[in-house]
């Protein structure tokens, strides 16, 4: 009586080369690699102690190495061109380079365009309200002159009709003195003339 374990069976997905990492890279999601969970095997339908096993891991192992070297061909595919390339691939970078470029140049052209009309909105904008300012201002100080002026001239009607009245009674005061003195005089034995 020997105790029987169940193993994973090695029917595992054939990995691919590296010769085949191209193919490999274009294929549809349908078609990629899929990931095993070593808990749970392939083709077995009970769970044992022993499904845990280094060829799950391998797999899985494999399936990683084989996507980073699909990443890795990728990132280097992009500049492999520029350099390593044919001459129409060359001829082809540089044109795609020269496209990016003046699209670059006329969306940096449009963005001055757009900072300049709106810096000549804000302009105009600043210049209408200085001169608001300004016409504001110019009317301020010709209504302050004009009270000023008015209140120049109610002053000196006032200092004028003020003296008119001091002469008029200096005169009046003069003439009752004159009147008084020619009715009461001081010089009465008259040796003052």
């Not at 096993?53 to 699909?70: F, K, S, Y």
């Not at 061109?81 to 449009?110: D, N």
């Amino acid at each position: 009586d020997t105790p029987s374990f169940a193993v994973t069976p090695m029917t595992l997905p054939i990995l691919p080369d590296n010769v085949s990492i191209k193919a490999l890279m274009y294929k549809s999601d349908s078609q990629n690699i899929q990931r095993l969970d070593p808990l749970h095997p392939p083709l077995v339908n009970k769970r044992t102690v022993s499904l845990e096993t280094c060829a799950v891991h391998h797999h899985n192992h494999q399936r990683a190495l084989i996507m980073q070297r699909g990443e890795h061909f990728r990132y280097h595919q992009v500049w492999r061109k520029p350099f390593y390339g044919t001459i129409s691939e060359k001829e082809e970078y540089r044109k795609e380079i020269r496209e990016q470029l003046k699209r670059q140049m006329e969306e940096k052209c449009v963005e001055l365009k757009l900072q300049l009309a709106s810096k000549v909105k804000e302009a105009e904008h600043l210049i209408a309200a200085d001169r608001l300012a300004l016409s504001s201002e110019r009317q301020q100080r010709i209504q302050h002159t004009k009270a000023m002026t008015v209140y120049r001239d109610e002053n000196k009607r006032l200092m004028e009709q003020s003296r008119r009245d001091r002469a008029l009674t200096h005169s009046q005061e003069a003439l009752k003195e004159r009147e008084l003195l020619r009715l009461n005089p001081i010089n009465w034995s008259g040796t003052l003339t």
